[in-house]
Every structure is written in C-alpha cells, then in structure tokens.
C-alpha cells in the first residue's frame, strides 16, 4: 500500500495492543501514528519482538518498508544511504535519504591532479541556515582498462579520502583488482550489464557489495537484469536507466519519473531500488570552452535532483557549478512537516552592551541566518531576541499568529531582555509593524518598526539609533 493511503488504524491493527507503553508512547494507537509518519522503527514495540508475534511484525514490516529500498554504500561513520523512500511528491511525507554527489577520478590521472581532485572534495564545505553542506563520495573509473593501474588508483582514493567510493568498470577483471584494494570498505559496484551482469553479481556477492544495474534508455532491459540479480542471490541493487543532457535530457527524465512512478504508485518490485544518475557523461558533448561542460552538468544535476536521483556521478569540482546544487538538494530534502528552526531566546552579535540596540525576528532558520550573516558583516554590536514562532518566517508568523504581541512581551519577559538592556526600546521586524502597538501597550516598551529586510538593519540604525542618548 501506498504511504501516503496508509492510516494509523491500518497499523494500529496487527500491533499488540495491550497499551503496555513499553515502546515509550501513552498506548497503542500513538505509536501507530508515530510509526505511519516514519518517526520511529518497528523495534521500538518490545512485544511485537516476541517471537509469537512473529507473523504481525510481518505484515506491519510489509505495509511499512520504504518502496524504494534503502541501500548503504561505505562503512563506519562516513558510509551513505541511498533511497529508502516512500512517496514520489515530497509533500506526501518527506523524502529521507538527500541525492548523493559523487566526483570522479580517472585511473589515468596524473598523482597530483588526483590527490589536487579529492583535497577540493574533502574540503567543499558551505555553511546553510545552520547545516554544513558537503559532497559525499568518490567514483573511481578505469579508463586505461588496466586492471593494476585501477588497484592503485582505488587504493589511493580511499586512503587519502575515507570517502564511501564508487568503482567504474564494465570488466570483471579490471572490478575484481579494484575491489580487491578495498575489500571490507563496502563500495557501489559500477555496472552489471546483460553482457558481464553474470561476474559481476558474483563480485558483488563475495565483497559484500551494493551493485549498480546498468542498461541506459531500455528500461524493460534494465528490469530484465534487475530480475536475473535478484535471482542470482544479488540483494542490494542500484538501478541506471542512462543520462544524457541536450536532446537527451526529456527521454533520461522521463525514464527517471516512471522508474519512481512504478516503483512507488504502482507497487512494481523489481524496479524499487534507488537510482542513479550520471551527469559527468555531458563531458563526452564537445564544447568549445570547458565551461558550457561544466554549465551543462550542473542543470542536468539539478533537473535530476529535482527528478528522484539518488546518486549522482559528476565531473566538475568548480563552485559555482556545485553549490547551488547542494543548495537544492538541501531544500529538496527538508522536511515539509517540520519548519526549519532554530532555539528560541537572546543572541549576542559583536560586544553589546546594556544600551546596545534589541532587534527581534522569529525562529525559522532561513531567517534567523540572514539576520544573523547581516548583523555579522555589518558588524553591529547588539541583541537580538529570537522569539518562538514555530518555525514560521516573520511574515507567515503575523498571519498565522504564531507572532503575537503576547508572544513578544511573553519571550522578552521570559528571557528577561530587561536585565540585559538599561533601555526599553525594541526594534520589530518591518513585517511586524502591525503588532507595534500593541507590542508597547503589552510590554512596556517602545516598539520601533525596522526595515523590511534585514540588509536595510545599518541604515536604519545610522538613522535612528543614537547610543550615547539612548
Ligand atoms: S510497546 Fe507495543 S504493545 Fe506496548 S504500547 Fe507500545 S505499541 Fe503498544
């Protein structure tokens, strides 16, 4: 059944129901719930571990696992998640596990623009309302075809990386050689085709492997091999149905979208895996400038973030094409049910004193940030009273009275601004100007209506605030 039909009574049937809470919840039918959001694991209901109860852990496993399985690549702390989703609109629930970015290595690299390459990974890192976005692994492909030149090439990339890695190779031979330089670190295989998918499965039965399905722009092709690797004892599978940019890019995402449609809407298992795609392959278009390479991989990566990727192989390591890539993914992959936020109360910025300047703004993230990153380069000393609005943006906060005068003179009571400040003037966000006066008549104070953006906070301090006679 799919998600998004599933209600708390279909699960709350085949529990236990003995209300023990012993799962942590007030009874039975509360842990349905949490259990139908996808908040908590099956294993949290003691009972239901029992092995009488065996057959309802069954069926309840049977409506809750995720359509598209989740499959783990790498070890240890560093290793990803790919899939494990459930819906194919966001809003239907949330999607879970974040696109995957890989960047590529060639065997045939120099050693120094290798190890220049997976430096500029490792340190790609960008600071978001909070959140250190990064890239999360490397494909090694062997395009000499040498099998000891790939080994080295594997090796390398793990011991100067710790990255989870992909390995590229359509030869048995040359897969088994890079494998073998990194046997117990649980790489994605790259690709069982219908010509090698026979030692390729067996490759990735023996190292413990996920492995890659690969048939591009034949996806009965591609369903047929699914179908043989399962069978041949191959569980974890990650599915390539082919990637090209320009006047192949409406046939990859469509092929994209009815992978995930018939994986999640029309319950088709063999084709519930998560997919992969390959950006790097606009590098093969010829360009005159490697710049419209790098321009073109970058919205093909988008439209494929956008469009159910769960991994991306990618060429370019410039900036410019990567973060809003990362930024999009991160936007993508938020959760819908839960706003953005940050901790309520009282935040420094440079040296404030007891009359420095109180602003205030609400606790969603992306705005809290932009406050903050504007009062930081501004370089301003004063406080700044982040109040409660659930998450809300200042605006949406006001129309949905999540921003109330009584929640203004509740939070400046409450983290007790009047002992910080010898003065009592509060600066509103512009978009918070209609609660000005009652906020005074609640509080006491006087409420001065700020800019309505924050990048207009120098300004309007240079104009209104005058420190020595505040
Ligand atoms: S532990 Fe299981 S049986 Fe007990 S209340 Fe929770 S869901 Fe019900």
Redesign the pocket.
């Known amino acids: 059944m799919p998600a998004k039909e599933l209600s708390p009574i279909d699960v709350y049937k085949l ?14 039918m ?3 719930t949490r259990l139908v959001n996808r908040e908590v694991p099956l294993e ?5 571990m029992d092995p009488k109860n065996k057959p309802l852990y069954d069926k309840l496993w049977g409506l809750l696992r995720p359509p598209i399985r989740a499959v783990e690549v790498g070890v240890g702390d560093g290793k990803v998640t790919l899939g494990g989703e459930y819906v194919v609109y966001r809003h239907e629930l949330t999607y879970f596990h974040p696109t995957v970015i890989a960047i590529d290595l060639s065997d045939e690299m120099e050693e120094e623009e290798m190890e220049a390459r997976i430096k500029a990974v490792r340190e790609f890192e960008y600071e978001y309302i909070g959140m250190k976005l990064k890239l999360d692994m490397l494909a090694i492909r062997s395009t000499s075809n040498d099998p000891s030149r790939f080994e080295a090439a594997v090796r390398k990339a793990w011991e100067a990386s710790k990255m989870p890695l992909i390995l590229c190779s359509l030869d048995p031979t040359v897969m088994e050689q890079g494998l073998a330089a990194v046997p117990d670190k649980r790489p994605l295989i790259y690709a069982a085709t219908k010509d090698n998918w026979r030692e390729m499965a067996e490759l990735a039965i023996m190292y413990g492997c996920p492995l890659v399905a690969s048939s591009p722009f034949d996806l009965n092709g591609l369903k047929s091999i699914v179908k043989t690797l399962l069978e041949y004892g191959v569980k974890d599978i990650v599915l390539d149905p082919g990637t090209l940019g320009s006047e192949g890019l409406p046939e990859t995402l469509n092929n994209f979208t009815a992978l995930r449609i018939a994986a999640i809407d029309k319950g088709d298992d063999l084709l519930g895996f998560p997919l992969l795609g390959t950006p790097i392959t606009v590098w093969g278009e010829e360009a005159e400038d490697p710049v419209i390479n790098e321009w073109n991989e970058a919205m093909l990566a988008a439209a494929l973030i956008v469009r159910y990727a769960d991994a991306l192989i990618m060429h370019s390591i410039s900036g410019w094409a990567l973060l809003p890539l990362v930024i999009l993914r991160q936007n993508i992959y938020t959760d819908p049910r839960k706003p953005v936020s940050v901790e309520p109360g009282v935040r420094r910025f440079g040296s404030p004193n007891e009359l420095s300047p109180v602003l205030l703004t609400s606790n969603f993230a992306l705005t809290y940030y932009t406050v903050a990153s504007d009062l930081d380069s501004a370089k301003i000393d004063c406080h700044l009273v982040v109040v409660d609005t659930e998450g809300l943006s200042v605006e949406s906060a006001i129309a949905g009275r999540k921003m109330t005068a009584d929640t203004v003179a509740e939070a400046l009571k409450n983290f007790k601004v009047g002992e910080i400040v010898k003065h009592r003037k509060l600066i509103l966000p512009g978009r918070a100007a209609r609660i000005s006066g009652e906020v005074e008549e609640l509080s006491g104070w006087k409420a001065m209506v700020g800019p309505l953006d924050s990048s207009g906070i120098p300004k309007f301090l240079s104009e209104n605030w005058k420190p020595e006679t505040e």
């Open positions: 529990l236990p129901r003995t209300n023990c809470k012993e799962c942590g919840e007030t009874n039975c509360a842990f349905a949290k209901c003691p009972p239901l």
